[in-house]
C-alpha cells in the first residue's frame, strides 16, 4: 500500500522560509515522478513542482526562484523548500506520486496523494 506523509507546514510571515517533507512508502519510489500541488481555500487544486526519475526538476512560474524540490532516494523522501514566501502561497500542500511517462503539471499524472500539510503565510 502506497502511503506519503507530509510534514513541515506552519505559520510564517511574508518574507519566510519553510521546508515540507514527504515521507513514501510502499513502492520503488526512485523510479516514480514526486511532486508538490496546492490547493487555497475556494481556488482549484494547483501544480507547484516536480522531481522525475532522473532528478529533472519542473516548477510552477509562481515558485521558480523561489521554491526547490529535491528527492532523497535512499530515505524514499521528497522536500519543498520554500523561500521569499507571500500570502498567496497559504494554502494546503499536497505531496503525490505518480509513474513515469504521465504529464507531470497535471493532477492527472499521479496515482497516490498525501493527506496534506497547511502552509499560512501571514502579511
Known amino acids: 500500500q502506497v502511503q506519503l506523509v507530509e510534514s513541515g507546514g506552519g505559520l510564517v510571515q511574508a518574507g519566510g522560509s519553510l521546508r515540507l517533507s514527504c515521507a513514501a512508502s510502499?513502492?520503488?519510489?526512485?523510479?516514480?515522478?514526486m511532486a508538490w500541488f496546492r490547493q487555497a481555500p475556494g481556488k482549484e487544486r494547483e501544480f507547484v513542482a516536480a522531481?522525475?526519475?532522473?532528478?529533472?526538476?519542473y516548477y510552477a512560474d509562481s515558485g521558480k526562484g523561489r521554491f526547490t524540490i529535491s528527492r532523497d532516494n535512499t530515505k524514499n523522501t521528497v522536500k519543498l523548500q520554500m523561500n521569499s514566501l507571500k500570502p498567496e502561497d497559504t494554502a494546503v500542500y499536497y505531496c503525490?506520486?505518480?509513474?513515469?511517462?504521465?504529464?507531470?503539471?497535471?493532477?492527472?499524472?499521479?496515482?497516490?496523494w498525501g493527506q496534506g500539510t497547511q502552509v499560512t503565510v501571514s502579511s
Open positions: 510502499g513502492r520503488t519510489f526512485s523510479r516514480y515522478t
Open positions: 503525490a506520486t505518480g509513474p513515469p511517462g504521465r504529464t507531470v503539471v497535471a493532477g492527472r499524472g499521479y496515482d497516490h
Open positions: 522531481i522525475n526519475w532522473s532528478n529533472s526538476t
